[in-house]
């Protein structure tokens, strides 16, 4: 019966080791997950602010470009105004040489020496004051349109240097 009890008592003894060795092997997983947790929370926080980050730049990207957008959008509306107020005075200019034309003419038709075949008669001052009026009206509408090309392009330019700038 000794040898029995003494049986038991290493079986215990085995047994309670055992448990301790149970306990110690999920105490060290346990320590060894939340190692990992922690890790895997510093990563999540860090990749989070990297990308708060990123955002935040490229808000900030977002905004530089649309501000000078908006800039040489301004900078064309100024320009395109100036350019229908200059081509307005010539406009004025222009008619003011028609009328001085109209007057030329009217002269010429009713002065007898020039009727009689001078150097510049009715005919001649007509035909170049037609002339001129011809000429005119195309160079006014030549530079109209060389106005708006070149605003527009200048436009354009500026909206790409803006926008590649980094």
Same mark, same amino acid.
């Given at each position: ?6 049986? @038991?008592? +290493?079986? $215990? ?14 105490? $060290?997983?346990?320590?060894? &997950?939340?190692? @990992?947790? %922690? ?9 989070? !602010?990297?990308?708060?980050?990123? %955002?935040?730049?490229?808000?900030? !990207?977002? %905004? #530089?470009?649309?501000?000078?957008? =908006?800039?040489? #959008? !301004?900078?064309?509306? /100024?320009?395109?105004? %100036?350019?229908?107020?200059?081509? $307005? ?7 003011? +040489? #028609?009328?001085? +034309? ?5 002269? &010429?038709? #009713? ?13 001649? /001052? ?5 002339? +001129?009026? =011809?000429? =005119?009206? $195309? ?20 909206? @790409? !240097? ?5």
């Amino acid at each position: 019966m000794l040898g029995l009890i003494a049986q @038991y008592r +290493l079986l $215990a003894i085995g047994l309670a080791v055992a448990a301790l060795m149970a306990l110690s092997a999920v105490g $060290a997983w346990q320590w060894q &997950a939340n190692a @990992y947790g %922690q890790q895997i929370s510093d990563i999540e926080r860090q990749h989070a !602010e990297a990308q708060a980050r990123a %955002q935040a730049q490229a808000r900030s !990207e977002e %905004q #530089r470009r649309q501000t000078a957008l =908006e800039g040489i #959008r !301004e900078h064309a509306q /100024i320009e395109i105004a %100036q350019a229908g107020a200059d081509a $307005a005075a010539a406009d004025a200019t222009a008619d003011g +040489l #028609r009328v001085e +034309l109209d007057r030329l003419k009217r002269g &010429a038709a #009713r002065n007898p020496s020039l009727a009689a075949g001078g150097a510049a008669g009715p005919d001649t /001052i007509a035909v170049l004051a037609d002339l +001129l009026s =011809e000429v =005119e009206s $195309a160079g006014r509408a030549m530079a109209a349109e060389a106005d708006q090309r070149g605003i527009a392009g200048a436009a354009c330019v500026g909206a @790409y !240097e803006a926008l590649s700038r980094q």
